[in-house]
């Protein structure tokens, strides 16, 4: 009875990978992104918003970043070890990614993170406001209002070097499917308003390990596991994101040394990230 019981258990993994991807390819993108040029003259860097619900893992997916390309655990983005109900990022605050002594060409923008609760994280207003660069780094979000043009901190007339090219949402594949409504909503409202001005969007899902067993025993199995596929394409209905600009990923959390399967996610997300980003700042104007 025991082994019909098993044998009848539907296969959690796919026999071919619903997404190509080159496991190996970890050196080539670390260089094409170490080498990277922007297209625009003006602009020194590229900025790139990173939002969304709290205990994502928006830090650490920064601090993962740093880490592919330093090649050993990097925590500048300082990261809240607790669980808390409470976003541990308080004040925006710019990220640079480092490659030995290079500085490369672009800048993630740390974010208070999102609640439900109209009155608790960060507001949509104020993500709004940071993507088109009205806010300036180290403001301290307020949870009960957002920034508004009479605030010393509002950045009236922000140039091409204020302004956010991407917005990046990041999720967490183990809980979001079961997020609060209102924090959908909030997402959605973003959505449609970057979408207004052309800002392109990109969502990194994170704890795909925690998510899925078949991934947590081989990160190589992210694209053949049913489950992971599923939640994509769920999160890509819900929020309208569609399925070419999400990614998997998985942040370093309890690792001591970097990791290849690790980096080569993190790096092919960030690859998407830098080209949309720039391909918008090609056809940029000033709001």
């Given at each position: 009875m025991e082994s019909e019981k098993s044998s009848s258990s539907p296969n959690p993994e796919l026999k071919e990978p619903w997404r190509k991807f080159d496991w190996g390819q970890k050196e080539d993108l670390k260089k094409k992104l170490e080498n990277f040029c922007l297209s625009h003259d003006e602009v020194n860097d590229i900025k790139i918003l990173v939002a969304g619900p709290i205990g994502a893992g928006k830090s650490s997916f920064i601090n993962s970043l740093d880490s592919t390309f330093l090649g050993r655990i990097s925590s500048r983005a300082l990261v809240n070890s607790t669980a808390s109900d409470h976003s541990f990022t308080k004040n925006l605050k710019g990220f640079s990614?480092?490659?030995?002594e290079k500085t490369l060409p672009f800048i993630f923008k740390d974010?208070?993170?999102?609640?439900?609760?109209?009155?608790?994280?960060?507001?949509?207003?104020?993500?709004?406001?940071?993507?088109?660069?009205?806010?300036?780094?180290?403001?301290?979000?307020?949870?009960?209002?957002?920034l508004n043009f009479k605030d010393k901190q509002f950045n009236q007339n922000p140039n091409l070097s204020d302004q956010c090219f991407c917005l990046v949402y990041v999720l967490p594949a183990d809980v979001f499917q079961y997020a609060d409504n209102r924090l959908i909503d909030k997402l959605r409202i973003i959505r449609k308003r970057i979408s207004d001005k052309g800002i392109p969007q990109v969502i990194v899902m994170t704890k795909m390990d925690e998510a899925c067993p078949l991934v947590q025993k081989d990160l190589r199995k992210m694209y053949t596991s049913k489950k992971i596929k599923e939640k994509m394409e769920w999160c890509s209905a819900k929020l309208g994101v569609p399925m070419t600009n999400i990614f998997p990923v998985k942040n370093y959390h309890n690792e001591i040394d970097t990791d290849d399967n690790i980096d080569v996610l993190l790096l092919k997300a960030l690859e998407q990230i830098i080209q949309l980003a720039d391909d918008r700042l090609l056809g940029s104007y000033s709001y």
């Open positions: 990614i480092r490659s030995g974010i208070m993170g999102l609640e439900p609760d109209a009155f608790k994280g960060s507001q949509t207003e104020d993500i709004i406001s940071a993507v088109y660069g009205h806010v300036t780094d180290g403001y301290k979000f307020n949870e009960e209002e957002p």
